[in-house]
């Protein structure tokens, strides 16, 4: 009995290490099944992404090939749009009577009207509202192997000769700026096209609310090629010539072969930012009774030189304007003067001509900003002897500007502005204007 109880017991501890055995190897199989199913539940799903992801490639493919299709320009090719839209109304008074029409638009120093021989002028009143100085341009910029390469084609609706006030106030776009521009190294560039003449130094011109501003100040844009390189700019520009006309009147030639010359040198001193350019000019005049006709002829060499620049003071800033020169003429406030004369032998003699101003920029809160603005401008005329219609030659020009600006939000600006001018003939005879200038404008 004693020798059988051992035996037993081990048979009874091998059975149930044998069950024990037999559940942990089911359990290690149910876990290596489970893993195997999750294994090929992945397996799955790679090849099914596989195939989405084939299928996402092709569509991107299709639709990259779509937007190559209507690309607006070359792959490579940087696109710029902007401008601004603004509404003016001015009212003005003229002491001498109506002027021409554009003087609605903007002021014209040379189109104030001046009191008449009789001495009985009468004053004028006028208000318009209109939206012409409104403008907007395109751009592009591409670089490659050769350089960068940019163009601009910018228009505004100013001096339109279409459309009128009665119903619609449809009023035709025009050219401001058309150019290309090469910058084939580091600060050197060769620029194609119509833009600003490169005697005119665009960063001295006032913040002001008129189209143009002071009567001193050099103005105009024109076909041309310039050459930069740092702070030198040599260019050759569009050329025109307007004379005065011994019994009165004037004449516009492009007679001349001669293109405008001018050449301009840029720098900076801490906070002072100025220029210095020179210009040469080829003015000619011919008679022509019939095309095929020429009569009386003349060409004459004449010169032009202007300061300019712009003094940061803080926010604020003082910004300033001096030429002087015998050949100014249309440089100069919207063609002021004109360029020369027709002497008592039918020849071009030139007018020395000075002009100039000084405008004053104030912050007075981050929203609110201040310009006023002083000019003048003036020419030696010819006498009687010389010039038999020496006596209504303009003499000389004077304006004043002052405006208050708000910015309520950024490139939103809501102004007004104050303008007083004046011509003077050289017998004597005078008129003034005043305007007051509001606008509206949203630059994007």
Request: proline content about 4%; aromatic content about 12%.
């Amino acid at each position: 009995m004693f020798q059988t109880k051992p035996l037993r017991i081990a048979l009874a501890l091998f059975g149930s290490g044998f069950v024990v055995a037999a559940v942990q190897s089911a359990e290690v199989d149910d876990r290596i099944a489970e893993l195997e199913r999750q294994i090929a539940e992945l397996k799955s799903l790679v090849v099914s992404n596989k195939a989405s992801i084939s299928d996402n490639l092709e569509i991107l493919s299709v639709h990259a090939q779509d937007i190559e299709e209507v690309r607006p320009m070359k792959k490579g090719t940087r696109f710029q749009y902007g401008g601004y839209v603004q509404l003016d109304a001015i009212a003005s008074n003229y002491s001498e009577g109506k002027p021409a029409a554009v003087m609605d638009d903007l002021f014209v120093p040379s189109l104030i009207p001046v009191e008449p021989l009789s001495g009985q002028g009468d004053a004028y009143t006028s208000t318009n509202i209109h939206a012409k100085s409104s403008r907007f341009y395109f751009g592009t910029e591409t670089n490659t192997d050769a350089g960068k390469i940019t163009s601009r084609i910018e228009l505004d609706f100013i001096l339109s000769g279409q459309g009128d006030e009665r119903v619609s106030n449809s009023f035709s776009s025009r050219i401001r700026h058309a150019y290309l521009k090469w910058d084939y190294a580091p600060e050197q560039s060769l620029l194609a096209g119509q833009a600003w003449s490169t005697f005119f130094n665009v960063g001295a011109l006032p913040d002001l609310l008129d189209f143009v501003g002071p009567v001193g100040t050099v103005f105009e844009r024109q076909p041309m090629i310039r050459w930069t390189s740092g702070p030198w700019q040599l260019a050759i520009e569009n050329q025109t010539t307007r004379v005065n006309l011994p019994q009165g009147g004037s004449s516009i030639s492009d007679g001349q072969l001669m293109p405008d010359l001018v050449a301009r040198y840029d720098a900076k001193a801490g906070d002072l930012s100025w220029s210095l350019a020179a210009i040469g000019r080829q003015l000619s005049y011919e008679e022509r009774p019939t095309a095929s006709i020429e009569g009386a002829s003349d060409e004459q060499f004449g010169y032009g030189l202007s300061l300019a620049g712009k003094w940061n003071l803080g926010r604020n800033d003082l910004r300033f304007m001096a030429s002087y020169g015998d050949a100014l003429g249309r440089y100069m406030g919207l063609n002021s003067f004109n360029d020369g004369y027709i002497n008592v032998n039918g020849e071009i003699s030139t007018i020395d001509q000075w002009g100039g101003f000084i405008a004053y920029r104030h912050y007075w809160t981050d929203q609110w900003r201040s310009n006023i603005s002083v000019s003048a401008s003036e020419a030696s005329n010819p006498s009687l002897a010389e010039f038999a219609s020496a006596g209504g030659l303009a003499k000389s020009y004077r304006s004043m500007h002052v405006n208050l600006n708000y910015l309520p939000a950024p490139k939103l600006q809501l102004g007004g502005e104050l303008m007083y001018g004046v011509k003077e003939l050289e017998d004597g005879r005078d008129g003034d204007m005043y305007r007051l200038q509001f606008a509206a404008k949203y630059a994007f």
